[in-house]
Each structure stands twice: as structure tokens, then as C-alpha cells.
């Protein structure tokens, strides 16, 4: 009897923990709370995407766990980075999501940051933060050979050094010379679009993503025109629109466009885990999470609410982030010249 | 214009539907409740609401979520009126004077007015919204950022005249509300402007801890020290609620002239309920003859904030639906749900069906219109039970008002530090409270700060100092210096007509001949002037870009200070504030010392006790604490009383609104699960 009882057991905790069988992770998240802290306020774009993955993700996850999001709002969400690397408990039921560019910062050796952006666990981005430059109709600059021909600076709109529009225009200023009056100190993307209409400055630049959708009138009837797209392939819809890389001529605009611009957009909006979460949980939800952004319903209630999908696994998060740290020091020194001075 | 009328009718057909209409009523219920609680703010709300916003059309969704919108700063006003904390950061103006009236029995007629009010604000601003339809693109266009900047030195002119009799005073405060706008990384260079390397004060001090801080803790600390009820005994005068109803057509013209600041400062991004408020609560004490009534309970500066809060709507509407710039968060989420039905706003929302939207946008109108006229129908049904609370004894209500302070402190960013905040600020609104030393000009300082300086910095950065000379900023310049001078010139009249009379010894002069007040007064005065000083001094190592603006202020304030100090020491002022003892009690000094140093270390209790147990369970045992040890309430009446806290913090907010209140410290020691 004793002997028997003592088999079952042996056999019960051999095949859970049995590598590979989904059996060990299942029971982990039956009947738990996953919560995803994100560093924005409600009813931002990181929220938007927060809550919609939230609400079909459970049912990709063995156990179908509730997932609920909260908000940390500070510091451009640094705050929340700091906090699941510091606080938050590794134990895969806290999902973190903050403004990826943050790692620029720990890079740069910015003040406040107290995570180290290597030691999370990733487990996905749901959007790449691709940069257009777009300018109004009446400011004259509608094409790229009219932007380069343009005798004094051309004003843009940005928001504070280190926020994706500013690095962006910077960078687009430094690497290929393009003639720029960055006014920076609106905030937000609507306030960058008001100053365009109300023709306070010529242009501005931030995600396509969100352009398209929130500038989608403007753009449609020619009142606003994308001259410029920072991506290394171009956009499905802005075939005929420059890439910023194809006006590189040196090996240092090169590096800077691929490091600041490419890169950066592929790890701008991560998801991610406190450091030192068993690894059998972190597979789980990298792959639960791959389902979701695969899942019909998903997509077409993605798209109802105008939230571009693309992808970013676990898996190639990780190397962005890692080729990031990997920069040459020169490089290093000469984005914090562009993107901090 | 025919085309107009059309779609007129056709919004309001769009709503007569069961389903609408049904989804609109929910949505009130929704907003009523988020109104009155503090701490459950109408953005988050609407964040949570969104998912279900997808499966209904777009009519239906405006319904939902229009509908809960228009009515939470209706009641959150009655929060603020009733306890003294404010239900929304938006309602926070109502307390200076709604509270005061019904400490002296007037809650009915507060109530009266700050509902009627808020029907003609609501009413107003959708008005203006409609109005506005066919000429807002081209006006609001013809706006830059000089434009946006002057309004908002229009605005804080508005200062002077939030002071009432002590002007010194009033600018000091209201300079220094602007200096602690400044605190937090500066918007231009991202440097850290006094934030004492404190992460959670990089986005600045949110105005909510603030607000609880200088209104809600005094009110709690009077509350504790008369031992009584809100009202004190006295009874509310028969009709008050209609007498209240009827204060707003007695100030029938003010109450419009807030409602058109609300609805038309609200066009201008960046500014929502949260300021309009406060410069409709200006107006009102700018416009009336006798502004020393202004913070004792006078009825205008209910009517002025109430109109306002609720006009607010139309006017952040109008941005949003004619540019998509959402003007606050609230109708940042609003745009996406537009989004999410396929309507991009612009100028299509302008042309009538089926090529555009007109009829949907005036839709909006109808719903603003009827959900306001439905909730304050409500309101007047249970304003009997409502007025109750203030006759309900204070030792009951104390534990419920100290923990909506911390609820609503912590809500706003979920953030704990909020908690020490409120504790700091709730002691120097004590102070100022004591010293009559002005509180609102320092909230309206505060809430214009970040408004005004990225717009002095977007203005010189892109036009040097050529913005100076735009017939925009000219004329704006002029109305402010009208606005500016003209309280002035009536103080100087009246000084005028005073000379050869006897002089009127004033309220505060008359308990201020004691020296022990006196040297507290002054004191007082030399800690801001210090403070002041070493604020100037750290900003040494600022740059240009991040020092511009506290320079801007901090030399002007200091020459303030220094000029306050003197006329103190020299005695050419009364540097007293009220007397230690509560207005209209008989306590002796000794007692009413004891027991507020009682119900400060009661307060200062709950925040250990949350510190320690965390949120929910910190805040239980104190409840109990206090009803049982502090009031000697009886047994069962204390269990009852502890067990709702305890329902609603964790039952409520913790497990089914997910408030992520942190973890004690004792159970982080013992590691235990995440569970309190």
C-alpha cells in the first residue's frame, strides 16, 4: 500500500516535471492573475495595445489565467521599467510594458534608470515605432527634392531630447544633412499636428503607425504629405516615399540611421519580464503571445481599432536589445552627441 | 443652413433608439458613481469601459461613453460639497466655498446651486459646441503657440483677484503655485528642476495630492477638533435646495459668463476641468462686490466652478471633433473609440450625411444636453439623503473621509509617494489655512505653470522675439492689462474713500493682537522667503532653456517676499491669521491644541499603517482604530463600519477594479504572497 502510494507520487512528479510537457506549465497559470503594468496612462497608445492583447492572450496560455492591465505612469514610463526590474516579483505573473527607447537612456547613462535592459526576459513587441516625415501642403515642402532645395531650415515639430519624434528628427538632421529647425516642447503627437495645420511649423515626424490612422483626412486629401519614411523597406502603402537609408552617403550616417532609427523602432514597445523568471514560464507566454498576435479575432478587432500589428518575437526583441549594447564606444558617443547634446 | 437643422434633427433621432438610449442611462449610472468617489477618476473608467465599446455602433458607443463623461464632475461637485474632498479633480474649486456653506448649514442650497448651475453649464457648452461647428477650424487655426502662451498669462492675472483683500499675499501664492510647477524634469532639456533625485517627482506635483493636501486635510483636521457633525448642529433652512436653485438665476450672467470661460478655454489643448474650474472660481471673485465673503461660503464660488467643470465638455469636444487633437485624456480616449468606428474626426464631422458626420457630431449635443438634464433630475430626487451626511457625527465619518484622502491620492498615478505628498501638503494647507494666507491662486498657479512655460519656450524658439508684435499677442496683452489693473484701481478707489474715516480694524487684526501669533505669522512669512531663496539658488546650475521660467517667476516672487516681510515686521500689516479656536465654538485654545495634534498623528498613523500592511489592510485596522480607540464608538457599530472599509478597498477597488495598491512592508519582510 505504502510501496503503491510511493510509486504514484514518483511517477506523478517525474511526468510534471518531465521537460517539454506542457503538463508543468498548465497548472501554473490555471486560475492565476497576470498583470501588465503599463508605464503610460490610460487610453494611450501603450495602453491601447496593453489591453487588447490582454483581452485575447488568456486563451493562448495553458490554464487560460485572467490577464489584467494597470497603469504606472511617470517619467515617461521609466518608473515602471524601474520597477519590474527592482520590485515586481519574477515569478511570470508580472508583464511589463514601457517606451522601449528607455534603453538609449541606460545606454547613454541617463539619470534615474535602475534596470538593466539585458536581464529582462522578452517576451514579444507587438508594433515596430517607424518613423515618416510628414509636412503640410501649404509649407511647400511636398517632396524630398524640394525639402533638400529649401534655403533656410525647415522648422519641425518635436517633443524632449530622448522622445522618438526628436530622435528621429535628429538624427534625419545629422546623418543626411537635411536643412532643420527642430522646435521641440509639444505634447504629444496632436499637439506636433496642430502646429503643422496651424502652419507654426512646416512638418514633424512620428510613427506611421499612428500617423496614418490619426492624420488619415489630412493625408488622403494632400493637405499633409509623407516625404520621408525611416525603415528599411518601405511601407506597403507609401511605395513611392524615400527611405531615409537610401540618402546615407557616409558609413557613420549609415550606422547612425540603422542603430537610431531601425533598430530603436524594433524594440520601442516591448513586452517584458522581471529578471530571473523561470525559464518553462517565459516559453510560454513568448509563445502564447506569438499566438495571439496570430489570432483572427485578434487581428480584426486590432484593425477595427486602427492598431498596426507587426510583430516582434521574443527571440529577435532579445538581439535588438543586445545589438544595442554591443555599439562601439565611437557610436555610442556620437548618438548621445545627436540624440542627448 | 437648412442642411444644419437637418442633421439637428437627425442627431437627435440617432439617440431615440431603446438601445441608445439604454446604453446612455448605463453609463450615467457608471458616471454618477465614478463621480462621487474620489479616487475612481472619469479617464480610467472610460479606459476600462473601452472594450465593450467595440461591439456597439457608433451612435450607441457616444451614447455609453458621452454619457458617463457629462455627468461625473456634476457629482463629483456633490463630493466636494458635502466632505470637503473633492469627487474629481475637476470639482476641486467647489470645495473652497461649497464646503464652507454647508459647515454652516447651507448644504441644501450648495447643492441647489451646484447642480443648476452645472444643467446651464452642460447646456452651454454643447451649445457652444454647436455653434462653434461651422467657425472653430479657421479661429482655433489662427492660433500659435504666442497666442496659446498669452492666454494663459491671461489667466494667471486672473491671481490678483483670487486674493481678495490680501493682494500681496494672493501674488506670492499664486508665484509660487507656478515655481512648484516647475519641480520635475524641465519639458525643454529634460533636466531635473527640484526633484531631489526622486523619480516619482519627474513628472512634476500632480495636482490631486495637492488639492486633498491643502483642502480636504483642514476641513478633516476642523472636523476632528469640534467633535460634531459637518454642519455643526445647525439645521438647514427650510427650501435651501430651492434657494440654491434660485442663487443661480439671482447670478444668472456670471454663471454664463463661467460657463462661456469654461467651454472656451477648453478649446485650447492642454487645458481641461482641472483649470477651468479654477478660472471660472477667479471670475467669480472678480466679478462680485464683496469678495471677503469668497472661502467662508459664499454662493457664487459654487456657481462659477460648477457651470464651468460641466461646460468644459462641449469645449474639449469641439477640438476634438474638429482636428482630433484630444484636449485631455478623457477625450483621448474618446478619439479612439472614433477610431475604433471607422469616423476619423476632422473637418468631415462638419458636413451633413451621408458625406460626413454632422448629424453625429450633433449628436454629441443632444447627449451632453439630455444625460445633464437626466442626472440632475436624479440628484434633486436624493438631495434629502444626500444633505444627511452632514448631519451624520464626525467621529463616524472621519475614518471615511481620511481614507478617500489616501484613496484618491493614491488613484490618481498609483503611485505611493502621492501618500507622503498629500501628508506634506495637507500640513502647510493647515498653515495657510491658519495664517489666512490665500490656497487657490497657488492651485491655479500650479495648474498653469507647465501650460505656460512650453509655450513661452515653443514661442521663442521658433520666432525669437518676434511673436511679441503679433496682433494676436498685442490684443490679448491689452486684455490682461486691463484685467490686471482694474481690480487694482478699484482697491485704490476704495482706499481712497476710507481716508479721514476711522479704521475698520479687519477679522484678522482684531485676534491678532497677541505676540505669540504674531511672531507665528512672521515666522511663516521668513520660512517661504527662505525656501524662496534657496529654490534660486539651486537653479543656478539650470541653462538657459530649463532656467528661464523659474527665473522668470522666482525674482519677482523673492521681490514679493521681501516687500511681505517688511510690512509684517514694521506692522503695516496684520500678519495674524484666525484664531487657533474654530470658528463659532467655544473651545478653550488648550483643547482645541490637543485634539489637533491628535488627528494629525492619526493621520500620519494611517500612512504608516498603509506603509506597512499595505492599502486595504492599513487602512481597516485604522478605521477600526479610530472608531473604537479614538471615538469610543460602540462594538458593533465599529465592526460594521471596519468591515465596509475593508469591502470596499480590497473587495472594491483592489479585486474588481484592479488598483494596484503596493504591497505592505510587513509581508514583503515575511514574504508573504502578494495578497493585501
Known sequence: MHKTLVSIAAVLVGVTSFPGIALGAAPFFEGKVIRIIVGLPAGGGYDAYARLIARHMPKHIPGNPTIIVENMTGAGSLISANHLFRVAKPDGLTIGHFIGNLFFNQLMKQQGVEFDAQKFEFIGASAKEEAVFAFSKKSGITSLEKWMASKTPVKMAGQAPGAAPDNAIRIAKTALGLPIQLVSGYKGTSEQRLAVESGEVAGTSYAWASMRATWRKSLESGDVVAVLQAVPKPFADLPKVPLAMSLARTEEARLLIDVGLHKSGEFSRPFALPPGTPQERVQVLVKAFQDTLRDKEFLEEADKARLDIDLVTGEELKKAVAGLFSLEPVVVAKLQEVLFR | MTGMAQALVFGLSQIASVTAFGLMLLGIAIGFLVGILPGLGGPTTLALMLPFVVKMNPVEAFCFLLGMTAVVNTTGDITSILIGVPGEPTAAATVVDGHPMAKKGEAGRALGAVLMSSLVGAIFGALALASAIPVVRPLVLTFGSPEFFMLAVLGITFVASLSGQDFMRGLIS?????????????????????????????????????????????????????????????????????????DTFRHWWMVIRCSAIGAYAAVIPGIGGATTQWLAYAHAVQSSRDRERFGKGAVEGVLGPGAANNSTLGGSLITTIAFGIPASITMAILLGAFLIH?????????????????????????ITVISNIITVGLCFLFLKQLIRVTQIRGSLLLPLIIMLIFLGAF?????????????????LGWILQRLNWPRPPLILGLVLGPLAESRLFLSTDNYGAAWLARPGVLAIGVLTLVGGFYPLLQRWQARRRQIGQPSVPNAASTNGAEPSQLNWGILFTLLILAGLVWALWESRRFNFRAGLFPWAIGFPVLGFVITQCLMELTGKVSNAGGDVAVEGSDLSRNVVNRRTAGIFAWIAGYFVAIWLFGFSTGVTLCTFALLKIGADEKWPLSLILTATTWAFTY??????LHIPFPDGHVSLWLNLPSFF
Open chain 2, 342 to 366: 471607422g469616423v476619423v474626426p476632422g473637418p468631415d464631422m462638419l458636413i451633413p450625411e451621408p458625406q460626413g458626420h454632422l448629424g453625429l457630431t450633433f449628436s454629441f449635443v443632444w
Open chain 2, 651 to 656: 473587495g472594491f477597488f483592489g479585486r474588481l
Open chain 2, 411 to 427: 488613484a490618481e498615478k498609483n503611485t505611493f509617494e502621492d501618500l507622503v505628498l498629500v501628508l506634506m501638503f495637507g500640513g
Open chain 2, 174 to 246: 499664486g508665484g509660487l503655485g507656478l515655481l512648484l510647477a516647475t519641480v520635475g524634469l524641465d519639458p525643454m532639456s529634460g533636466i531635473q528642476r527640484y526633484t531631489f533625485s526622486q523619480t516619482f517627482l519627474w513628472d512634476g506635483i500632480g495636482l490631486v495630492p495637492i488639492t486633498l493636501g491643502f483642502f480636504a486635510i483642514p476641513e478633516v483636521v476642523d472636523l476632528a477638533v469640534q467633535r460634531s457633525t459637518i454642519a455643526g448642529g445647525r439645521v438647514e433652512k427650510l427650501g435651501g435646495v430651492m434657494d440654491g436653485v434660485k
